[in-house]
């Protein structure tokens, strides 16, 4: 059972297909999933917390105090789930979703939530068509968010098209196959090194040379890997980032040669290295002990080469798989190419700063696989959905033998 002992929050707001989630709630936990339920301030006008209490067979949550005074601890209850739902997601929450407003439990919980979140929308025709609403629904699902659109149906207002929450059984159906994905650790038994983050190299106690990488990218892959049942080594330069899954080991480094050192520590044990970082290809050739001063009106800084980790990893892989990245600015895909060459790659992920939204520090990106024999192009999307695609190619390649 795909569902056992799994834990189901399910958010409730204020439409009339909130009756609906009565059947979901029993399709559930029929199937061994434990479920809590909030509910919007206005979802009560349309569902009974009593009724949903008896069904879900726990408390119903639908404000920061309980009646007795006692705190609901909004941050607990969402770290408590594996997979929060929202349905039905009205437009007035959507909107709250795609623009971080917080003035209610619900929403204090979907902020706080680290786990999966999928949102049902359900609105009348005219509503789910608006741009605004589409705009959302575009936004929320750059987040991360699983949508299950809307189906076509007769809606509350008499009209005819899509706006109508999916159907009960087709969201219980969506959560299970949900978990039957993520239940199947696609990658267990395979150890991934991953590197993350920018590297800084002094100049003296004071200033480095840095670059503008958050390592949201390659954090993105090691979740996703860990997700996948991968032992995860990530070796990150300096990042304001924090892991989220237990199966991940992270060993912070400032610099390249310290990433270097980091990275032969444990190389030869892996199966599968994937070099995320953007590592400084040069260093100073002498880092001063004390500040330097600002006495003269010019001054030189002599750099010296950093070792390549990607191609040291290249020239040592013994049926290792070996994925690098390439950020360019122009000539593109022959300078990818010529990496993927020179590195002794088995695949790249371009990725270019002249595309708007891809590269350093945003949450999306906009990437191209190059291997030795073809190529794939894929949209802009969040780096979650771009670390998914990564990990679904790394899964063919290790079947393919590569
Ligand atoms: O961290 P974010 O803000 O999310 O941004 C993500 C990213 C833009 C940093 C990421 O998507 C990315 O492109 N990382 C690689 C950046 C880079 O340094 O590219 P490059 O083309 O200069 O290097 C090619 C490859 O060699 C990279 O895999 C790099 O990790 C590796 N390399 C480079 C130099 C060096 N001395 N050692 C290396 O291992």
Redesign the pocket.
Known sequence: MALKNKNILIGITGGIAAYKIHTLIRLLVKEGATVKVILSPSAENFVSPNTLSVLSKNSVYTDFFSSQHAWNNHVELALWADLMLIAPCTANTLGKIAHGLCDNFLMATYLSAKCPVMIAPAMDLDMYAHPTTRQNLDTIEDFGNIIIPAEEGELASGLFGAGRMSEPETIFEQIKKHFEVANSLSLEGKKILI????TYEAIDPVRFIGN???????YAIAEEAAKRGASVQLISGP?ALHIQHNNILLTRVTS?QEMYDEVFKHFDTVDIAI???????YTPKIKASEKIKKNEDTMTIELIK??????T?GERKKEQLLI?????TENEEA?AEA?LVK?NLDMI?L?SLKTEGA????DT?QVTFIYPNKKESFTLKN?NKVAQDILNAVEILVENGF
């Open positions: 590197t993350a983050g920018p503008h990488s958050s390592g949201k990218m390659g990042t390249a070099a995320a970082a953007a590592v400084a290809d950093n070792p390549d980790i990607l191609r990893m690098g990245f390439a950020l360019e300078n990496k590195k992920v990725n590269g350093f520090q945003k990106n780096k």
